[in-house]
């Protein structure tokens, strides 16, 4: 607390200083200004914050069974139970933070120092990729540790849609004050059995990314009371989608391949292909919780 006490004196003096004085001449001026424009932005970048994430799988059956659900394909109705032994081979989740809504400098190393050194804006929600690797927002924040997770469909965590797992291996990180850019998760494999109106089904997903964007301004700041909250759905990878105005029934076409299935990049392609697309479709698999007035996020 005396650190950010001291931080926030220094940096009043400065703007106290940057409002009031007057320099000898025009190109003085904006040499004195950018030296301490620099100063403020190495003071701000250089404060950090823990943040825990809560990495959620749910479903919406507002029941305590995550592992049975019913889905609808082209109005028939489809039972699916997820059984125990599907599970997540994680290879990391990492945040992009975007400063505040105010200039930013481009580094926090000795080149902020520089004569040569410029200031940018960066608008939220744009991930800053024009930073340098050295800069608090050029980096990347880990919150998710590599590691098989299994029993997934044992939910030890509740929310307002019913039980929930929540993963064990997020962690804090030290972020930057600002806001949310993007998360990425990545995954060595997801294997999936699970039984669909009696029929065996196993799905074998390799290596795969995705990146999920915040559609709401999620603040990484000193003070913030609860952990970033982030979403996956296993049912949602199986529901009926609609692409460019054709339909996209991945529960439709499994009822026509007689059992039991193998669902993998060598075999029943035009399912696993189906399923490929649904886990990068935007706000289908992952996702952020949506915004609401009031709610920190």
Same mark, same amino acid.
């Given at each position: ?92 989740? +990492?945040?992009?933070? *975007?400063? &505040?809504?105010? %200039?930013?400098? !481009?580094?926090?190393? =000795?080149? #902020? ?56 291996? +997020?962690?804090?990180? *030290?972020? &930057?004050?600002? %806001?949310?850019? !993007?998360?990425?998760? =990545?995954? #060595? ?56 105005? +054709? ?51």
């Amino acid at each position: 607390m005396k650190h950010l006490d001291s931080r926030l004196t220094i940096i009043s003096g400065f703007l106290v200083f940057f409002t009031h004085c007057t320099f000898g001449s025009v190109g003085d001026s904006n040499k004195d200004k950018l030296a301490i424009l620099q100063n403020l932005i190495f003071f701000n970048n250089n404060q950090t914050v823990a943040v825990g994430t809560n990495l959620r799988s749910y479903d919406d059956q507002a029941d305590d069974n995550l592992n049975q659900f019913s889905l609808t394909s082209n109005a028939v109705v489809y039972n699916i139970t997820i059984q125990s032994n599907t599970d997540i081979n994680w290879e990391t989740g +990492t945040y992009r933070i *975007n400063p &505040p809504n105010q %200039v930013l400098g !481009v580094s926090t190393s =000795s080149s #902020e120092k520089s004569s040569t050194a410029t200031a940018k804006t960066h608008t939220p929600y744009t991930v800053p990729l024009d930073l340098p690797a050295d800069d608090l927002y050029g980096k990347s924040y880990p919150f998710l540790s590599a590691g098989t997770v299994t029993n997934i469909t044992q939910y030890n965590s509740t929310v307002d849609t019913g039980a929930s797992f929540l993963f064990p291996n +997020t962690r804090l990180s *030290n972020m &930057p004050l600002g %806001v949310v850019a !993007v998360a990425n998760v =990545s995954w #060595e494999e997801i294997y999936i059995r699970m039984d669909v109106g009696g029929k065996d089904v196993t799905i074998l997903l390799p290596q795969g990314s995705k990146s999920i964007t915040p559609k709401c301004k999620i603040p990484i700041k000193v003070g913030r009371s609860g952990n970033i909250e982030i979403l996956m759905s296993l049912s949602s990878m199986f529901q009926d989608r609609t692409v460019s105005g +054709t339909p996209v029934r991945f529960l439709e076409q499994l009822s026509m391949v007689a059992g039991p299935v193998v669902i993998s990049k060598v075999s029943n392609v035009p399912l696993y292909n189906i399923l490929l697309q649904n886990l990068q479709a935007e706000d289908i698999v992952f996702s952020f919780p949506g915004c609401f007035p009031g709610v920190e996020r």
